[in-house]
């Protein structure tokens, strides 16, 4: 048995793919339910608690008993009711991702629950393992949404696995197809982590103007534009916010990066759920743009002042298609 035929056994997993636990909403209970039906693991993103819990039901409900379904909590947004909820709704295992994720590791373990972190490099990977991180997710820059990447996959993975010392390591960034899954796990990941594809799939709560644009784009962005509460760089395809405030190369003005860090205590305080309120306040113009992403329950006019994330890899999806269907695609 290789490593990442333990690594699924161990979780209880058929194929050795992950739905990226892409949060605000597009991680649906339908969405995450079917990926684990169909033999992955799908993921629901952090979200305020009452949709949380209902999102963790309904997949569950969807997947069966049997089958696992993880959570991806993102700091700052995580509170300890997230925790609780994962609890109660068995969650397999939890992901981690944002600057200080370690401080939630022993709440997670007090309630039973595996957690892997997001990381970089090797420096991160040794900040998660020493603060008792039972595995990590490998993240290269290819990838959508938020970023603690800072570099390629293919230079990140090698130097985190080192740092693993056996632990299993999920890598993620630049998955679109089975040859992607294939090349990751020869690399020596346990398991690949695909975002884009599955926001492509019939079952994702993104806005059809979103999944539309994604088809469309030609390239995308590593900017931090949208970055008011929460300062991390992220990939986007470009839309009307960016052709605004970003350079060619993605950078967004100083001044709106110096607000996103100081506004970072904010966060803390707005719950998830005002989010989609908030982000009706948000006009191109005015260049204050928080980390929301447009859901089927926005305006279709929110793709031009909401971020829209996406993966580098994007050019080689070319539709939308069940989930089911975008796990057999990728399975190695």
């Known amino acids: 048995m290789n490593s990442a035929e333990s690594f699924c056994e161990q979780i209880g997993l058929e194929?050795?793919?992950?739905?990226?636990?892409?949060?605000?909403?597009?991680?649906?209970?339908?969405?995450?339910?079917?990926?684990?039906?169909?033999?992955?693991?799908?993921?629901?993103?952090?979200?305020?608690?009452?949709?949380?819990?209902?999102?963790?039901?309904?997949?569950?409900?969807?997947?069966?008993?049997?089958?696992?379904?993880?959570?991806?909590?993102?700091?700052?947004?995580?509170?300890?009711?997230?925790?609780?909820?994962?609890?109660?709704?068995h969650v397999s295992v939890v992901t981690l991702l944002g600057v200080g994720a370690e401080r939630?590791?022993?709440?997670?373990?007090?309630?039973?629950?595996?957690?892997?972190?997001?990381?970089?490099?090797?420096?991160?990977?040794?900040?998660?393992?020493?603060?008792?991180?039972?595995?990590?997710?490998?993240?290269g820059i290819e990838a959508g949404g938020h970023h603690m990447a800072v570099k390629p996959l293919a230079q990140a993975l090698p130097e985190i696995l080192d740092v693993a010392a056996g632990r299993p390591v999920l890598a993620?960034?630049?998955?679109?197809?089975?040859?992607?899954?294939?090349?990751?796990?020869?690399?020596?990941?346990?398991?690949?982590?695909?975002?884009?594809?599955?926001l492509l799939t019939d079952e994702s709560g993104a806005h059809p103007e979103y999944q539309r644009?994604?088809?469309?784009?030609?390239?995308?962005?590593?900017?931090?534009?949208?970055?008011f509460g929460w300062p991390l760089p992220h990939r986007v395809i470009p839309n009307a916010a960016t052709e605004r405030w970003c350079g060619r190369d993605g950078t967004a003005p100083a001044w709106i990066r110096s607000i996103g860090r100081v506004a970072s205590p904010v966060s803390r305080v707005i719950p998830l759920s005002a989010l989609g309120t908030v982000a009706k306040l948000q006009r191109?113009?005015?260049?204050?743009?928080?980390?929301?992403?447009?859901?089927?329950?926005?305006?279709?006019?929110?793709?031009?002042?909401?971020?829209?994330?996406?993966?580098?890899t994007l050019h080689r999806l070319r539709d939308i298609i069940p989930a089911a269907e975008a796990v057999a695609r990728l399975a190695p």
Request: glycine share 12%.
């Open 284 to 312: 191109v113009n005015l260049g204050l743009f928080t980390a929301t992403l447009p859901l089927r329950s926005m305006p279709a006019e929110f793709a031009d002042r909401t971020a829209l994330y996406a993966g580098e």
């Open 104 to 139: 939630w590791i022993h709440a997670l373990h007090a309630r039973g629950i595996p957690v892997h972190i997001t990381v970089g490099d090797a420096e991160q990977a040794q900040r998660a393992i020493a603060a008792g991180a039972d595995g990590l997710v490998a993240q």
């Open 15 to 89: 194929i050795p793919v992950v739905q990226a636990g892409m949060g605000g909403g597009v991680t649906t209970g339908e969405l995450v339910g079917a990926v684990s039906a169909a033999g992955g693991l799908g993921t629901v993103g952090i979200m305020g608690d009452h949709a949380f819990n209902a999102t963790l039901g309904k997949a569950r409900r969807i997947a069966g008993p049997k089958r696992p379904i993880a959570a991806n909590l993102l700091v700052p947004f995580v509170h300890q009711s997230h925790i609780d909820i994962c609890a109660e709704q």
């Open 172 to 198: 993620a960034g630049g998955v679109a197809d089975a040859e992607d899954v294939r090349r990751l796990l020869a690399a020596g990941a346990m398991a690949a982590i695909a975002g884009t594809r599955f």
């Open 213 to 227: 644009r994604v088809l469309e784009a030609k390239q995308t962005l590593r900017t931090q534009l949208f970055s």
